[in-house]
């Protein structure tokens, strides 16, 4: 038997995988996130429940529908002048004034769709401090410490108490924002499960507020949505490669920025020797990390495909077929002709089930010529053998 040498590796080919991630996969459970939808034009502070699916305890709606010079007008209102950050409304609330009984307001919504249970989700909204935000300094504005979302299970109580202690509060501080520019507030985390009610505003136990001054906080808000979301990606399967292959990783995950296991920060890798990789992808919008690894091994691929010169079809279950050894590693395309150029055999996806039949009746015996075309199942690597066999019977 003769021994045809297989598939000779080229040095330095190069493989890719592209790795597929998934970032904000689901839509958007706030209802009329932007405010656009109304029942009716405001006109007056404190009527923010003239928004669709929006309220809360004297919290305001601007929308460019308001009259001129109404108190709830837009852009320019009794709180300030700001443009939105998309269409033309946006909601407003006290979100802390130390002056009057510590007050703070809340705007609220009932979510689309109850929160499923230990899901990720993500959350977003967009402020700008109000002019009407002040101290009793001019043109001294003053900042509160946090801002932040609660979620809840049942529709909490339209009061000017604080909303402290009943479920998810997710919050950030909002130090360094101004009055002419949107900020964006972005949140991550894990549900209890059933949440379906939204409040925005200040949750927190404790106000870090400057020492004898008196003033209040006043947001514009925008732009409001809450995500199921996932951050995961795959490396893929631990692979072997041929020696002198190479594997390009790259992975591809919107807004984020990468380190793999040398340092390196690109969103590609190049593989070129054994080892385990591994890749950290950080979120910083929802500070947020994810990584994946993957173990690469190498092995000699020359000789891998043994093809034979004879094979004796008689029915004793004894070499009755035209096998190739090692044909699991490579996808083959086969065909065989006779001494006149016939096909008298092909097959597209060869997998060792040739008996030496034609059209359903055996081959004489004698020698016939074959063409294997091969595609590498990992390497994607394509060889052509051509060749003789002998059928004896």
Same mark, same amino acid.
């Given at each position: 038997?003769?021994?045809?040498?297989?598939?000779?590796?080229?040095?330095?080919?190069?493989?890719?995988?592209?790795?597929k991630?998934?970032q904000?996969?689901?839509?958007?459970?706030?209802?009329?996130?932007?405010?656009?939808?109304?029942y009716?034009?405001?006109?007056?502070?404190?009527?923010?429940?003239?928004?669709?699916?929006?309220?809360?305890?004297?919290? #305001?709606? /601007? =929308? *460019?529908?308001?009259?001129?010079?109404?108190?709830? &007008?837009?852009?320019?209102?009794?709180? !300030?002048?700001?443009y939105?950050?998309?269409?033309?409304?946006?909601?407003?609330?006290?979100?802390?004034?130390?002056?009057?009984?510590?007050?703070?307001?809340?705007?609220?919504?009932?979510?689309?769709?109850?929160?499923?249970?230990?899901?990720?989700?993500?959350?977003?909204?967009?402020?700008?401090?109000?002019?009407?935000?002040?101290?009793?300094?001019?043109?001294?504005?003053?900042?509160?410490?946090?801002?932040?979302?609660?979620?809840?299970?049942?529709?909490?109580?339209d009061?000017?108490?604080?909303?402290?202690?009943?479920?998810?509060?997710?919050?950030? #501080?909002? /130090? =360094? *924002?101004?009055?002419?520019?949107?900020?964006?507030? &972005?949140?991550?985390?894990?549900?209890? !499960?059933?949440?379906?009610?939204?409040?925005?505003?200040?949750?927190?136990?404790?106000?870090?507020?400057?020492?004898?001054t008196?003033?209040l906080?006043?947001?514009?808000?925008?732009?409001?949505?809450?995500?199921?979301?996932?951050?995961?990606?795959?490396?893929?399967?631990?692979?072997?490669?041929?020696?002198?292959?190479?594997?390009?990783?790259?992975?591809?995950?919107?807004?984020?920025?990468?380190?793999?296991?040398d340092?390196?920060?690109?969103?590609?890798?190049?593989?070129?020797?054994?080892?385990?990789?591994?890749v950290?992808?950080?979120?910083?919008?929802?500070?947020?990390?994810?990584?994946?690894?993957?173990?690469?091994?190498?092995?000699?691929?020359?000789?891998?495909?043994?093809?034979?010169?004879?094979f004796?079809?008689?029915?004793?279950?004894?070499?009755?077929?035209?096998?190739?050894?090692?044909?699991?590693?490579?996808?083959?395309?086969?065909?065989?002709?006779?001494?006149?150029?016939?096909?008298?055999?092909?097959d597209?996806?060869?997998?060792?089930?040739?008996?030496?039949?034609?059209?359903?009746?055996?081959?004489?015996?004698?020698?016939?010529?074959?063409?294997?075309?091969?595609?590498?199942?990992?390497?994607?690597?394509?060889?052509?053998?051509?060749?003789?066999?002998?059928?004896?019977?």
């Amino acid at each position: 038997m003769t021994y045809i040498k297989g598939i000779f590796i080229l040095l330095f080919l190069s493989l890719i995988f592209n790795i597929k991630g998934q970032q904000i996969i689901g839509t958007n459970l706030v209802q009329n996130p932007s405010f656009e939808e109304y029942y009716s034009c405001p006109c007056n502070e404190g009527e923010l429940f003239k928004c669709k699916y929006w309220w809360g305890f004297s919290t #305001d709606f /601007f =929308n *460019i529908c308001s009259p001129f010079l109404c108190p709830a &007008s837009y852009p320019s209102n009794f709180a !300030g002048f700001q443009y939105a950050h998309s269409g033309t409304a946006y909601a407003g609330a006290i979100i802390y004034d130390y002056t009057w009984r510590r007050y703070r307001e809340s705007i609220k919504t009932k979510l689309n769709d109850s929160l499923n249970i230990n899901k990720r989700y993500c959350a977003n909204f967009y402020i700008s401090l109000s002019e009407f935000s002040y101290t009793r300094i001019p043109n001294s504005y003053i900042l509160l410490d946090t801002i932040g979302m609660l979620f809840t299970k049942d529709s909490i109580k339209d009061t000017v108490l604080p909303i402290i202690n009943s479920g998810i509060k997710v919050q950030n #501080d909002i /130090f =360094n *924002i101004d009055t002419v520019s949107w900020f964006k507030m &972005s949140f991550n985390f894990l549900s209890n !499960g059933g949440e379906k009610y939204l409040a925005i505003g200040n949750f927190e136990d404790i106000i870090n507020w400057p020492i004898g001054t008196q003033g209040l906080t006043y947001v514009y808000i925008d732009d409001v949505s809450v995500c199921e979301c996932s951050f995961k990606f795959n490396l893929g399967n631990d692979t072997t490669l041929c020696d002198g292959e190479t594997l390009q990783l790259k992975v591809n995950m919107p807004n984020a920025t990468y380190i793999w296991q040398d340092g390196s920060t690109d969103s590609t890798y190049k593989v070129t020797q054994v080892g385990i990789y591994w890749v950290k992808a950080y979120f910083a919008d929802y500070n947020i990390t994810t990584y994946d690894t993957i173990n690469i091994m190498y092995k000699d691929c020359e000789d891998t495909l043994v093809i034979p010169n004879i094979f004796t079809p008689n029915g004793d279950n004894i070499n009755d077929y035209f096998v190739i050894k090692n044909i699991e590693y490579w996808n083959i395309n086969l065909q065989v002709f006779n001494r006149w150029g016939v096909i008298v055999y092909e097959d597209n996806n060869y997998k060792n089930n040739w008996d030496g039949k034609y059209k359903g009746n055996p081959l004489a015996d004698g020698t016939y010529f074959y063409i294997i075309k091969t595609k590498g199942k990992d390497s994607g690597n394509e060889k052509e053998y051509k060749g003789s066999l002998m059928i004896m019977r």
